[in-house]
């Protein structure tokens, strides 16, 4: 079975702070995707990265980067320097096929300013 | 912009109703997903089409029923309408089955009252 599990339901920072969304997964195929998606208020749901079972470097884009640890089962987010945009609902999911994609519960993430 | 165009952003209606949502996937892409957000149960995969055949089943009730037309527009229909119907309802496309990424419309909010 896959399943993915964010246990930060919500996290609140001051804006230029640093942050770090958790996201574990688990799932008995070999092959498998995960993802990262953005919902800020207005509700539209945004794809941010996606990474495959095979290739565990880091990744960063920007403010943003991933940490991939298969040994772990664990594809975490940070943001660094947070923003107030960066407010939103943040999406860990899985999929081997993307028929049945596996999403978190997602972390609700606040940037004061 | 994901491209992804969904229709009506909001609905609401009374319970035992019926309604469709519609959906308009991304150019060029054949793959069509159906997904419920609601606050209990997070997002839900509903229902998959390619190419205007259905191919993949999640958490869809009987009461739903969903297709994809010729020119790979698709609609969901929900019927009976019950209160624990209300959520955001998201269409999602992709360029393949398999691996690339899930892009989402803005969903429309329906609310049965």
């Known amino acids: 079975a896959q399943k993915v599990t964010q246990a930060q339901t919500e996290i609140s920072v001051v804006e230029k702070e640093d942050v770090t969304l958790d996201c574990v997964y688990e799932t008995r195929d070999t092959t498998y995707y995960l993802f990262w998606y953005k919902q800020p208020p207005s509700g539209e749901l945004v794809f941010l990265i996606r990474r495959n079972s095979f290739d565990e470097q880091n990744e960063i884009s920007g403010r943003y980067s991933w940490n991939f640890q298969k040994s772990t089962s664990s594809f975490n987010f940070t943001i660094t320097a947070s923003q107030v945009v960066d407010s939103a609902v943040y999406f860990c999911a899985l999929t081997y096929n993307n028929n049945d994609m596996r999403f978190g519960a997602g972390t609700r993430l606040t940037v004061k300013p | 912009d994901s491209g992804v165009t969904q229709t009506p952003k909001h609905l609401i209606t009374a319970t035992g109703q019926r309604v469709t949502l519609r959906c308009s996937p991304r150019?060029?892409?054949?793959?069509v997903y159906w997904y419920q957000q609601s606050l209990d149960q997070g997002l839900q995969f509903l229902i998959q089409y390619y190419n205007g055949e259905e191919r993949a089943k999640g958490n869809i009730l009987e009461r739903f029923s969903a297709q994809q037309f010729p020119d790979l527009h698709s609609e969901l229909n929900l019927s009976s309408l019950e209160l624990g119907d209300s959520a955001l309802y998201f269409c999602?496309?992709?360029?393949?089955?398999?691996?690339?990424?899930?892009?989402f419309g803005n969903g429309t909010r329906l609310t049965v009252t």
């Open positions: 999602a496309s992709s360029s393949r089955t398999g691996l690339s990424p899930l892009h």
């Open positions: 150019s060029g892409d054949l793959s």
